[in-house]
């Protein structure tokens, strides 16, 4: 079966791309699952309830997300009504929500998502190595093919869990720091991997956002607010290619739309 994973989707244009373009991905891939990370689909910063009416109405399985998912107060209240919305597995107990899903393709294939967060500079919360670990445990007999989001800084951490669940999950794919990378790879015991997707949005500004407060910041050391950008519309995701009998990846490659805006 292939899985089309999306990259975190970073404001109006994100949301646009993903309306305008999903059906094209999503045949170019013969996706029979979809995925897709929303965390910065509200001005560019969490998920807002009228932005989940918008994007919930599209044919997408899962829905995934990361550190930015809390920046909206009323996101709590989704995260505990929509099984089909994850936040990241390791955040302590008490928090809305849930890490892990099970959902089952058009086709009846059952299949497990994980959304897990780094700890490299990012918030100190549990580990993901050792929640990834208990999650597989919790999951196991219940589907075969495991995708797992992790939303991470370091690419040296995205890559450190990919090894750790080689052989154990189908495919480890990267979100978060909204630049694609190119090491896409299967793993000697059938994991997919990829150490970030890259992101649906905006890619004519600085990781989504206009140039221009971003550099204040790294210029002036001070706190800016970000706008998101408004050129350059690409969506940017990977498709991965697992056979359903034994959930180890066959194949996975990058997939990057660019928006024409010469008509």
């Known amino acids: ?89 390791n955040y302590p ?25 780094g700890l490299t500079f990012m918030v100190p919360i549990e580990s993901p190595f050792v929640v990834a670990d208990r999650l597989l445990a919790e999951l196991a007999g219940q589907a075969r093919v495991v995708i797992v989001d992790m939303h991470a800084e370091a690419t040296s951490e995205k890559q450190a869990i990919a090894w750790h669940l080689d052989g154990r999950a189908s495919a480890v794919l990267g979100t978060h720091t909204h630049v694609p990378t190119a090491d896409e790879r299967i793993l000697p015991n059938g994991t997919a991997t990829l150490t970030d997707v890259g992101m649906t949005g905006p890619f004519g500004g600085i990781i989504g956002f206009k140039p221009g407060p971003v550099l204040e910041r790294f210029l002036l050391g001070t706190p800016r607010p970000f706008e998101p950008a408004t050129s350059g519309g690409t969506l940017s995701g990977a498709v991965i290619d697992v056979d359903e009998a034994t959930g180890r990846a066959r194949s996975i490659r990058r997939l990057r739309i660019e928006e024409d805006r010469s008509a």
């Open 93 to 117: 107990a008490g928090n809305p929500g849930r890490g892990a899903c099970v959902v089952k393709s058009r086709a009846g294939v059952p299949v497990a998502v994980l959304n897990l967060q």
């Open 1 to 89: 079966m292939n899985i089309l994973f999306v990259g975190d989707v970073v404001g109006k244009v994100g949301r646009r791309l993903l309306k305008e373009q999903l059906r094209r991905a999503q045949v170019e891939a013969r996706a029979d699952f979809t995925i897709v990370n929303i965390e910065n689909a509200s001005g560019g910063f969490g998920l807002t309830g009228a932005v989940w009416d918008e994007v919930s109405r599209l044919p997408i399985d899962v829905f995934t997300s990361g550190n930015h998912i809390w920046d909206k107060k009323e996101t709590g209240a989704l995260l505990d009504a929509e099984p089909r919305l994850l936040r990241p597995a």
